[in-house]
């Protein structure tokens, strides 16, 4: 009677809870009920006040020390209101993950009851131990200070459990000396950068009075979903969010059907219910659909400020997981929690601009025209050109390296796709000014009833890493699981570095006396004849590209190890220094960082591939072996010829399961040091082939060992029952 039978009838057995949605309620009555937004704000604070917080929102100017109090004391009115009882500084460590450290707003007055509490000082800083997170270097143990500092432009807003709600404030991590221990620091940073260059430039186009310009992100989030009863009998998802067993199932998503497909009932109840959770925490909750491979899904909000939509990110990430639980689910948020069926990707939608003007990347009805738009396109041809190497390393991760460049996701090599459209006609700017824009067609379907449809003057290409679609470019290579700051952080810093090369070329040769078109017409030329070997308009899967890829000169950095010393070399230290995002010390930390979290993430799936591996793979393989024996010798005792081929059939793959457990424990136990880019190599070069062999001969023994004999869930049951 084995724990994954078990499984099985639990899963029979399960009832999901009734909707959720109200009568009543009418969709999106609920929007930003839980956020203290710029409507509360208006209400709640004195006009000045609230003058003073919007112009620090809106025009990046200085935080009034002499507010916050009136801030803080209007927060905490509205959150007891709300029903907290606590307030945390939400924080975004190196880890990844979201940090939260909460207080009590009551105080003891000293007569034997307590009064709430919320001063400014409180609001603006807190002060956690940070002695626990990663640092890469930039704190001694012995100095445990750590302290978050409010990020204004990131509105509060309150979390609520059944036992009493807190109220969240979003804030920067960093160390005594005020370097980044956080995602938050730097993005806010890389932001300021880009949006001040990006204005030199508006101001050229003669916007000389605009608002702060800034990056907006749109995260397409993919994930799958698994039953909670499955999932509970699988120690390797439970502590590693990846099978490191299973045979791959008869049926996987050969028959494209899972795709866009109906969503299964039950999976809709539970996004309907992360939606309305979503919305109570103003997260803009737009678009939802199946994926490529069973059991997988997709949500998109609708795309926001940079850092707004960082923060909404993580937050819907812990609002996924907690409500799946609710549904009797696990949401498995891992890049490849499955081999064989495609993996699970972010894809950050990034354009820049602001309240004003919009996208600063939209082209217009006639973009061979649209000077303004041209230009900041080819800024971001140059930046990825340019900076390839650190984009390729903000998406790098240990998780991530089982699905970049596996026919599923964009390869390793960073290029971009332009669309027929923009391809066109920056190949006319190649060879001097561009005259014309291909236009939008037009599809005749061939049914009478049916309008003429227009088509987009570009194609979409799914291959492709860095791919223009309209209005913004979609970085497709980040991973799943990955917080979408650092990808935002990297875009943000060299397109922060071509505005201020471009900016600072036309300001001088309009300062020289050239017409100002024609500086630009020379700039863009210029630039597409430099960086145009980054455009690639064709299939990312197919296998001639590579090859012509290097032929280009553009890397492929495979693997994770691969992608990492890019952060520290002098190009990139130079370029985050100049751009105030990360000092030297700041970027060798996340270096280090980085190699950490790889060697420890396979550490820990060595280790479990190991225990899994010997006592439980195995016994129930000995088991079976036993049961084929048995019955041999029973055979032979009643005189019958016996044929010892099935004996030898699962005997030959436990010999092998055997080897190989003893391979990776002698792997796990070598000395390999204490430096991190050594163990980082041995993880990759040593451990990764040695679980891969305990795995092949495991698979090998889930097609011979009896259904009522093995003991872990398989991929059959867990990606197709829900
Ligand atoms: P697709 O499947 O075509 O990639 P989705 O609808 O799944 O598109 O997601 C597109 C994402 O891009 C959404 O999050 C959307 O809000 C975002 N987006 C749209 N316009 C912009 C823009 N100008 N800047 C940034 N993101 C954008
Ligand atoms: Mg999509």
């Known amino acids: 009677n084995t724990v994954r039978l078990q499984a099985i009838r639990d899963v029979e057995a399960y009832v999901p809870p009734a909707a959720v949605f109200i009568d009543t309620e009418a969709p999106g009555e609920v929007f930003g009920e839980n956020v203290f937004n710029q409507v509360v704000m208006q209400k709640r604070l004195p006009k000045s006040v609230y003058k003073s917080v919007m112009s620090t929102i809106e025009h990046g100017a200085t935080l009034d020390p002499l507010v916050a109090d009136a801030v803080a004391s209007a927060m905490k009115d509205w959150a007891l209101e709300k029903g907290a009882t606590h307030y945390a500084h939400v924080f975004y460590p190196l880890t990844g993950f979201t940090a939260e450290k909460h207080d009590s707003f009551f105080e003891p007055v000293g007569d034997g009851t307590a009064l709430a509490e919320f001063a400014g000082k409180t609001l603006t800083q807190g002060e956690p131990d940070a002695s626990s997170f990663p640092n890469g270097g930039l704190r001694n143990t012995f100095e445990a200070r750590g302290y978050t500092g409010w990020d204004v432009t990131s509105p509060a807003y309150v979390l609520e459990n059944p036992n009493g709600n807190t109220l969240c404030i979003p804030t920067v991590f960093v160390s005594m000396t005020g370097e980044a221990l956080d995602h938050k620091t730097p993005l806010l940073r890389s932001q300021q950068a880009m949006g001040e260059h990006a204005e030199r430039i508006l101001r050229l186009f003669g916007h000389t009075d605009t608002k702060k310009v800034v990056s907006f992100c749109g ?3 993919e994930y799958f979903l698994v039953d909670r009863h499955f999932f509970l009998a699988r120690p390797d998802l439970v502590n590693s969010g990846r099978t490191l067993f299973g045979s791959k199932p008869p049926k996987g998503q050969e028959f494209d059907d899972h795709y866009f497909g109906a969503i299964p009932e039950r999976v809709l109840g ?4 992360t939606e309305r959770e979503l919305f109570k925490l103003g997260i803009p909750a737009k678009t939802r659909h199946n994926e490529v491979a069973p059991g997988q899904f997709e949500i998109a909000p609708m795309f926001e400020r940079g850092n707004i939509a960082a923060d909404h990110q993580q937050l819907l990430m812990t609002t996924f997981k907690t409500i799946a639980k609710k549904h009797g689910m696990e949401c498995l948020f891992h890049e490849k929690p499955f081999q064989g069926v495609n993996g699970s990707g972010k ?4 354009s820049l601009g602001n309240s004003e003007l919009g996208s600063l990347l939209v082209p217009g009805d006639n973009p061979h025209d649209n000077a303004q738009f041209l230009v900041f396109c080819a800024a971001v041809i140059r930046a990825v050109h340019k900076y390839a190497g650190l984009l390729r390393a903000s998406v790098a991760s240990a998780t991530n390296d089982h699905r970049l460049g596996a026919n599923e996701a964009p390869p390793a090599i960073i290029s971009i796709f332009l669309g027929d459209q923009l391809a066109d006609i920056f190949e006319q700017i190649a060879k001097g ?4 824009s291909k236009g939008k067609g037009s599809m005749t379907i061939g049914v009478d009833t049916l309008p003429v449809l227009p088509t987009d003057p570009g194609d979409r290409n799914r291959t492709s890493p860095f791919a223009f679609t309209g209005n ?11 917080t979408v700051s650092g990808p935002m952080v990297t875009i943000n810093t060299i397109m922060a570095d071509s505005l201020d090369y471009i900016a600072t070329k036309l300001e001088a040769d309009v300062a020289a006396g050239t017409d100002f078109d024609e500086a630009v017409q020379t700039l863009l030329t210029e630039i597409i004849t430099e960086h145009g070997a980054v455009v690639f308009n064709g299939d990312g899967y197919a296998d001639a590209w590579p ?6 000169g553009l890397a492929n950095l495979k693997t994770t190890l691969d992608a990492l010393p890019e952060l520290i070399t002098p190009a990139a230290l130079e370029l985050f220094e100049k751009y105030k995002v990360f000092n030297h010390r700041e970027m060798h930390s996340r270096y280090e960082i980085g190699l950490e979290q790889y060697t ?7 280790k479990l591939t190991l225990e899994i591996g010997a006592t439980v793979v195995l016994p129930a393989a000995v088991r079976h072996q036993t049961e084929v024996a048995t019955n041999i010798a029973a055979l032979k005792a009643a005189g019958v010829e016996v044929d010892l081929a099935p004996l030898e059939e699962v005997s030959t793959p436990i010999a092998a399961l055997r080897s190989a457990l003893a391979g990776l424990r002698t792997a796990l136990a070598a000395d390999v040091g204490h430096e991190a880019l050594a163990e980082a190599e041995h ?7 040695a679980m891969a062999e305990v795995r092949a001969a495991a698979d090998a023994l889930e097609e011979i060992v009896s259904d009522d004999l093995w003991p872990l869930p398989t991929y059959q049951e867990m990606l197709f029952v829900l």
Not at 270 to 273: H, L
Not at 472 to 482: K, V
């Open 219 to 221: 995260p397409e989030q």
């Open 270 to 273: 539970f996004m309907m219910d």
């Open 347 to 350: 894809h950050v939608n990034f």
């Open 433 to 436: 000014p561009a005259t014309s």
């Open 472 to 482: 913004r470019f979609e970085f497709r290579a980040p991973g799943s699981m990955q």
């Open 547 to 552: 090859i012509e890829a290097e032929k280009r």
């Open 600 to 606: 420890l993430t396979i550490a820990v799936e060595a």
């Open 683 to 689: 993880a990759r070069s040593a451990l990764l082939p």
